[in-house]
């Protein structure tokens, strides 16, 4: 099936030139490429390197610094070979999406969740916490209930939870893309005035709560280490970021970060915990009892201290500011309004690290990365609500025979609107109108989200 790229350019009206038309990234083709004769010495290359990685263990700085090297020395061997010399700079863009995928595919098994991490043992904790907390709803969160929800979150849900399905980065990151995507149509149908992270974290956190999809942890870190940081900015890194922040938020969530009193907070989180313990009395982590104390506070737990370290920190952010590379960790410290509710006890966690940062520090990074953040909040929803804009503006001045080419048009959308309501009987209506709608009446685009 084919599927969208991550970065899809605004559509600009232009009078006499018609706009450029998205060339979709197809995998097979690349591998066919790859096949042709032309290619044997980037097929040498390739080889070459695989025998080389397997040698001996590498740590994860040493696996991202290796990869992404061979990946620059491949790409610019690529541009050389005659397979690839003459492509247009979208083709070749497409064919650089097929090497990172094809390496990455080959070393799945020893760069996703390697054994000289935590990952693991973080994704048992928040696994595990989630399900404590799956008595949480939409108004713990302060999400406006309405008629749609349900399947707005449930379509959302089932994208989010197709993560674990594919072994490149970027496959990855587009599941994480179309549950984001999926979420935001369920703000547009509110009708919002305004836009913003306090509008659309909460519903993320909510899908991530009612998911809890394994290893969330490891497919975030594998995603961020090993995806072109290229690729890391704008639309993806916007929302990689946010589901780091989702997940930061569960990991030191507590009554006073929901609209609950102490009181019902406690007695939910008791009574799940006995319905768990009914359920799956063999479930422990790390071989010991869960108890309420590390459920609510993972990171206080003995095995944490030792090593865990925040996905958010705020001493690595600052260092990638000043390198200008890795959008997605640039937004982290001390956000606006709810968002802040997110990076709550960071800097308790982060105090475990093998430098410790300064209180002027500290609040440097603060300041710098708020003012990051909010200008990344701004451009992102401006060039959202442009999109919203332009949608609801009087069209131009047809052309010859403009009503033959509007009910062409129309006739197209419908029949598009129909099959895609064949294809997905259990989504709601609504949502595949705005689904399709969203997608400029595409129905392939549609169908791969």
Request: overall charge neutral.
């Amino acid at each position: 099936m084919r599927r969208p790229s991550l970065n899809s350019s605004e559509m600009q009206i232009v009078p006499d030139t018609p706009p450029q038309q998205e060339i979709p990234f197809d995998f097979n083709r690349f591998l066919e490429q790859m096949r042709s004769r032309n290619a044997k010495p980037i097929t040498r290359y390739f080889k070459s390197f695989l025998q080389a990685f397997d040698r001996r263990p590498w740590t994860v700085n040493e696996q991202i610094k290796i990869i992404q090297d061979f990946l620059d020395f491949i790409f610019v061997k690529m541009r050389e070979c005659d397979v690839w010399r003459d492509m247009s700079e979208q083709e070749f863009g497409n064919a650089k999406e097929g090497m990172e995928k094809l390496v990455m595919n080959r070393l799945y098994h020893v760069t996703f969740c390697p054994n000289t991490t935590d990952d693991k043992e973080r994704d048992e904790i928040l696994h595990q916490k989630i399900s404590i907390f799956r008595w949480i709803r939409e108004k713990h969160l302060d999400i406006p209930e309405t008629e749609h929800n349900e399947s707005f979150l449930s379509f959302a849900e089932s994208e989010i939870l197709k993560i674990n399905n594919y072994k490149a980065p970027r496959d990855k990151l587009i599941c994480i893309l179309n549950c984001c995507k999926v979420i935001f149509g369920m703000w547009l149908c509110r009708q919002c005035g305004d836009a913003g992270a306090d509008k659309f974290l909460p519903i993320l956190i909510y899908v991530v709560i009612r998911a809890n999809p394994p290893k969330l942890v490891s497919n975030v870190q594998y995603i961020y280490r090993f995806r072109n940081p290229e690729q890391l900015q704008a639309e993806a890194g916007y929302y990689l970021t946010n589901l780091m922040g989702a997940i930061s938020f569960i990991e030191t969530m507590e009554a006073k970060s929901l609209s609950i009193t102490k009181e019902e907070f406690d007695s939910n989180i008791e009574r799940t915990m006995t319905e768990l313990q009914h359920e799956r009395p063999s479930v422990a982590l790390d071989r010991q009892q869960i108890s309420y104390e590390n459920a609510l506070h993972p990171s206080r737990s003995s095995s944490a201290r030792s090593q865990a370290q925040p996905l958010l920190d705020p001493a690595k952010a600052a260092a990638l500011l000043e390198r200008g590379s890795q959008f997605a960790q640039k937004t982290m410290q001390k956000p606006i309004s709810f968002v802040g509710k997110i990076f709550q006890g960071l800097s308790d966690t982060s105090a475990t690290s093998s430098r410790a940062v300064s209180p002027d520090e500290e609040e440097r990074y603060h300041h710098q990365q708020q003012q990051f953040y909010q200008q990344q909040q701004q451009y992102y929803f401006q060039q959202q609500q442009q999109l919203v804009d332009q949608q609801q503006q009087p069209p131009l001045p047809p052309r010859p025979h403009p009503d033959q080419i509007v009910m062409r048009q129309r006739q197209q959308f419908d029949a598009n609107l129909e099959t895609l309501k064949s294809m997905f009987p259990n989504v709601d209506s609504s949502v595949c109108y705005l689904i399709l709608h969203a997608n400029g009446g595409d129905l392939s685009k549609s169908i791969d989200q």
